[in-house]
């Protein structure tokens, strides 16, 4: 009976506060969870707090882990991560596809930081980027929980990925595909289009100008590539006759650089900056 | 099965240990499930009053530009293809039987609001300027508000509760919990499509707004890998599958979902724990082999499956019985074959007991995804 109480205690808890996924969703791989991170991070629940927003439209919930190992980027040791929803009172705002933090749990994080705030980090594919860690009762491993039931490996072209099988991995085990997929290339299939809008210029010479755009678009070449939407891009432009002749060299992909070989030619007369272009690589 | 006959079916399944318990959170979200709130201590479905949705347009009369309206083959307006999602939800049917009553309208576009609020209007938005909703991966996603009422037990029937929302609306109703607003949001970072089949590298705005509404008007998940709801995503189904339509008229009711549709009744056990909470429970069209609907089981590990006429199949699934073995969705049946793709069977591990490389029914071929 005690043990049927327990049970029954525990499923109760995982029943209420779970979410599933009311959200449509990219389903990524683990490269493209790699590559759009700016932050991957294992690390412990603090605390929690939800709380409407200052114009009281709407309810955000923040969650403060306390940094225990970092994979990749630079993160502060606590992190704050903002996800809508969460219950005030009796309002509860449900936006699922969220990540359900458990107190004083340890997680593996794949974080990007919020453009409207640095401060806060957002999860990389909403629930995609959370994988909350726990030791198996029976062999006292550590495994942590693939939330989407299991995880394609992804493949730097196109073709589909290895699966990483769930719903449940060794942390170790995890770890190395984390590490894998952190030294893979990145590379640009040819003829991706790339859609974006120039962001700045500025003067490099004799009728030369460098150039800065961002991506407008989240985009996935394949499956072993992501490009997020707000990706800068540079390049150099030159003035050639009556055109600005455009050539771009590299995309920063969650902080890192990755080359690519595409040109635009574009009427000169008005400023570049805030033309929106689409950029076919090469 | 006749309609209205009621099949008692207990089934027991094997569960290794405790280990299994941590893995319950990430499977719960695999079953057909409505959204839910916590009253008096009870989960229960939050449903909008009196079976009434109005949703609006946040739209100044032009198609954002991240909607292609014109391109591919029987491009159509945005508004079109949202009012064409909503009445596939108001008119969910199964073998000509209506099974919902829920009155679905379209109000008057709203001017561009820079985020969806809690306002008691229900906005469809496809330019939200608040990037902190929109992590890389996300397409998009409805927020949905709910209240409840503590003052009686929700099982009481016949009650009334009144709400007061957004200041000033009174709704009075017989649920116990209610959902006051739902607001949808495309990303704006995301390519749709309105054509028949999407454009190339866009999504297909048809099906996602099908599904997106039907999470707004109170439906979570599905396990089974045809429908609207199913929990993977990408699957672009733009109509109704039976358990999308036994979804719906289990929260809005009509006339015909009682009197057409049957029940198979159970109770899922665990070895040495009694009923199982939250076990995933099947109905598999005999004949067909068609996955109908799925449910998860109550706290004494008691079902119910709403099932039309036919004969039945119970798939009693496994939450897991191990870290490696379990099944996380499922499509349909006409036998049964194991693997993490179809052309790798056996998946199942043979000296493992739940698989043991036997058929379980006459059936001759699953497909879904196991692990």
Known sequence: ?282 | MGAKRTNRVRVRIWVAGMGCLALMGAILAYAFTTIQDDVNGIAVPSRWANASFTWVLNNTGTAPSNVDVSDGTNPLPIKTVLANAASTWAAASLNGQQLTNINITNGADVSTLATPQVDCTNVISFNDTNTADFPTGTIALAVVSQDYERTASPDSPGLTYTYIECGNQTVTTTSPSIIYDADIIFNPNSSFSTSTPALSNSYDLPSIATREIGYALGLDESAISHTVMFSGGENQQRTLASDDVIAIGYLYPSSSFSSYLGTLSGQITLANIGGAYAAHVVAIDAVTGNAITDRLTNSDGSYNLYVPPGNYYVLALPLGSDSTHGISYIGDFSGWSCGYDMSAPPCCDTSATECNGATLFPATNFTGQFF
């Open chain 1, 1 to 282: 009976m005690k043990i049927r109480t327990q049970f029954l205690t525990i499923i109760v808890a995982i029943l209420m506060s779970a979410s599933a996924s009311a959200t449509t969703l990219m389903r990524m791989s683990l490269d493209q969870l790699t590559q759009a991170s700016t932050e991957i991070v294992r690390g412990h629940v603090v605390s929690q707090s939800t709380q409407w927003n200052s114009g009281h439209t709407r309810i955000y919930t923040f969650t403060t882990v306390a940094l225990d190992q970092s994979y990749k980027g630079n993160p502060p040791s606590t992190l704050v991560i903002q996800q809508p929803g969460g219950r005030v009172g009796k309002v509860q705002v449900f936006v699922a596809g969220t990540i359900q933090f458990h107190p004083q749990t340890d997680y593996l994080l794949f974080l990007e930081r919020s453009a409207s705030d640095s401060s806060k980090f957002l999860p990389v594919g909403m629930m995609q980027g959370g994988y909350r860690v726990y030791r198996d009762v029976a062999t006292r491993e550590e495994k942590l929980i693939l939330p989407l039931g299991f995880l394609r490996r992804g493949a730097p072209a196109t073709g589909v990925g290895a699966v990483i099988a769930g719903p449940a991995v060794p942390v170790r085990q995890f770890q190395r595909e984390v590490s894998t997929a952190l030294g893979s290339p990145m590379i640009i299939p040819r003829g991706t289009a790339i859609p974006i809008a120039i962001k700045s210029t500025r003067l490099a010479g004799l009728r030369r100008m460098d150039v800065t755009g961002r991506t407008t678009s989240d985009l996935f070449p394949n499956e072993g590539l992501v490009i997020p939407a707000g990706s800068p891009l540079s390049g150099i432009a030159e003035r050639v006759g009556n055109s600005w002749r455009i050539s771009w060299t590299d995309v920063s992909i969650g902080g890192k650089q990755v080359l690519l070989s595409a040109r635009n030619t574009e009427p000169a007369g008005e400023a570049l900056r805030g033309r929106v272009l689409r950029v076919s690589v090469r």
